[in-house]
C-alpha cells in the first residue's frame, strides 16, 4: 500500500484505469441501463472524479457543460431554420421539382436526391435533423422509384452523414477545434473535398442504379402532386437567399465590422420567413426546433462535462501521449477503427475523445485538413450500433424493422469513408496547398 494516500487510488488507477473505468460506467449506464447518453456520460464523468480523489467537482462539471455553447446555439438556431423552412413547405416543393424537372435525366436526379438529403445537416450539423426531415421526405420517392427500403434507409444514412459533416456546418469539426483551441475559420473548401465526392461517388452506385430503370410515371406523378400544395417563388425561397446573403456578407466584411455570428444568422434567416407569403406560427415552429434538438444538444453538453474531468484527472493526456507514441501506420489504422467504434457512444463525443489527440499526433500535416478528415472519420459512429442515430432512424422512416440489413448495406459506404479520410490526411499537405 506504499503509494496509497487517503481518498486517492493513484497507485491502483493510473490514468488508464480512469479512462477504462470512464468508458466503462458510460457503456453500462447507456447500453444495460438504456439511459440517455448524456446521463450515461455524467454518470462516468462523477465516477472518474470520484475515484481519482477529486470528489464531485462542480465548477468543472458546470464549466465543461458549457465549454461547447456557441456549437449548441449553432444546432438550436439551425434547427428553428429548418422547421421555419418545412413550415412554409419550400422543402415539399423544391423537392417535387427537382424530380419532375430532372426524371429524364437519372444521373442529374440522383445527384439532386443525394444534395437534398445532405442540407438540413449541412446546416444543422446533425445526421439526425438529416434523416427525419429531407430523409423522410424523399424516402417514399426513392421506393417509388424502384429502390428497396433497406436500399433507402442505407442511401438516406449514408447522405445524412455526408451531410453532418459538409460545409457550411460540421459540428465534429467545430468539436476538434474547440480542444485544440483553433478558430472555425477556412474549413469550407477542405470539408467540402473531404464529403462531396464521396456524394458523387454514392449518389452514382446506391441511388442511379435503382432509378434509372423505373418507367410508371403515373404513380410518381400522384406523389409529386401532394407535395406541391405551394408553388415555388422566389418569396418561398427567401430565407435561403438570406441565408446564403447574410453568411456570404459575414465572411467578405471579416474583420472589418464585427462578425453576426451563426446562431443571429440561422435566426434571422428563419424570420425571414414570415415574408415567404406563407403563414405559420413562428413561436410554435422555435419550440418545436428546440424540442427536437435537445437530444443533441444534451450530448453535447455531456460531451464537454466529459472532457473537462478527463482533463482534471489526467485521462486526456493519457489519451495524447498513447497517440503521439504511436507509428504512423498504426495511426492511421488506430483512427480508421478506433474513431468509428468510440462514435458508437456518440459521434461528437469520438470527435473530442479522440479526434484532439489523433490531431495533436499529427501536427506535422495542415491542421485544417486533418481536422476536417478526422471529423469525416468520426461520422461513422452514427451508424454504429447500439446507438447508431442515423441508421436506427432512416430504418424507421422507411418502415423496414431489422435494422441491421440497413448497417449491412452501409458497410462498404463506411469503409469507403474511413479510407478516405485516411487519404486525405496522406495527402493534406499538397490538398493544403492547393487549397490555401
Known amino acids: 500500500m506504499g503509494s496509497y494516500q487517503v481518498g486517492r487510488m493513484e497507485w491502483f488507477w493510473p490514468e488508464g484505469g480512469y479512462t477504462l473505468l470512464m468508458i466503462g460506467v458510460f457503456a453500462f449506464g447507456a447500453f444495460r441501463w438504456n439511459l440517455p447518453i448524456a446521463v450515461a456520460m455524467a454518470l462516468a464523468t462523477i465516477a472518474g472524479a470520484l475515484v481519482a480523489g477529486k470528489g ?26 429548418m422547421k421555419a423552412v418545412l413550415a412554409i413547405g419550400l422543402l415539399d416543393s423544391l423537392s417535387a421539382w427537382m424530380i419532375h424537372r430532372f ?21 444543422t450539423g446533425s445526421s439526425t435533423a438529416a434523416v427525419l426531415t429531407t430523409g423522410a421526405l424523399v424516402s417514399p420517392l426513392l421506393v417509388t422509384l424502384g429502390m428497396s427500403k433497406v436500399r433507402t434507409a442505407a442511401a438516406v444514412s449514408i447522405g445524412a452523414l455526408l451531410g453532418m459533416i459538409a460545409p457550411p456546418v460540421s459540428i465534429p469539426a467545430m468539436i476538434i477545434c474547440a480542444g485544440v483551441d483553433i478558430p472555425y475559420v477556412g474549413f469550407m473548401i477542405p470539408l467540402a473535398i473531404c464529403t462531396f465526392p464521396l456524394a458523387i461517388l454514392f449518389a452514382l452506385t446506391m441511388i442511379y442504379p435503382h432509378i434509372r430503370m423505373f418507367s410508371d410515371d403515373k404513380i410518381l406523378e400522384e406523389q409529386l402532386k401532394n407535395m406541391r400544395k405551394n408553388p415555388l417563388s422566389v418569396r418561398l425561397v427567401l430565407p435561403v437567399f438570406v441565408l446564403v446573403f447574410l453568411f456570404a456578407a459575414d465572411q467578405y466584411l471579416a474583420g472589418k465590422v464585427p462578425g453576426m455570428g451563426m446562431p443571429l444568422i440561422f435566426l434571422l434567416s428563419a424570420l425571414s420567413g414570415l415574408l415567404s407569403g406563407v403563414r405559420f406560427d413562428i413561436v410554435e415552429t422555435a419550440t418545436e426546433a428546440v424540442d427536437d434538438a435537445l437530444p443533441v444538444m444534451g450530448i453535447l453538453m455531456g460531451v464537454g462535462m466529459f472532457i473537462q474531468v478527463m482533463t482534471l484527472i489526467g485521462v486526456q493526456g493519457f489519451i495524447v501521449v498513447s497517440a503521439l507514441s504511436l507509428p504512423s501506420w498504426l495511426l492511421y489504422a488506430g483512427i ?34 486533418v481536422a476536417s478528415a478526422l471529423s469525416l472519420v468520426a461520422s461513422l459512429g452514427d451508424l454504429m450500433p447500439p446507438t447508431a442515430l442515423a441508421g436506427i432512424f432512416a430504418a424507421q422512416v422507411v418502415g423496414e424493422e431489422n435494422y441491421f440489413k440497413v448497417l449491412k448495406r452501409c458497410l462498404l459506404p463506411g469503409l469507403m469513408i474511413a479510407l478516405w479520410g485516411i487519404v486525405v490526411i496522406i495527402f493534406s499537405a499538397p490538398i493544403a496547398a492547393l487549397v490555401f
Not at 351 to 357: D, E, K
Open 103 to 123: 426524371r429524364r435525366f437519372p444521373v442529374l436526379l440522383s445527384l439532386g436526391i443525394m444534395l437534398i438529403i445532405m442540407v438540413p445537416g449541412m446546416i
Open 56 to 81: 464531485v467537482p462542480l465548477r468543472h462539471i458546470v464549466e465543461g457543460e458549457f465549454g461547447y455553447i456557441n456549437t449548441i446555439l449553432v444546432i438550436a438556431t439551425a434547427m428553428m431554420f
Open 336 to 369: 480508421g477503427i478506433s474513431m468509428p467504434l468510440f462514435g458508437a457512444v456518440s459521434s461528437f463525443g469520438s470527435a473530442s475523445v479522440l479526434g484532439v489527440p489523433f490531431l495533436l499526433a499529427l501536427l506535422k500535416y495542415n491542421s485544417i485538413i
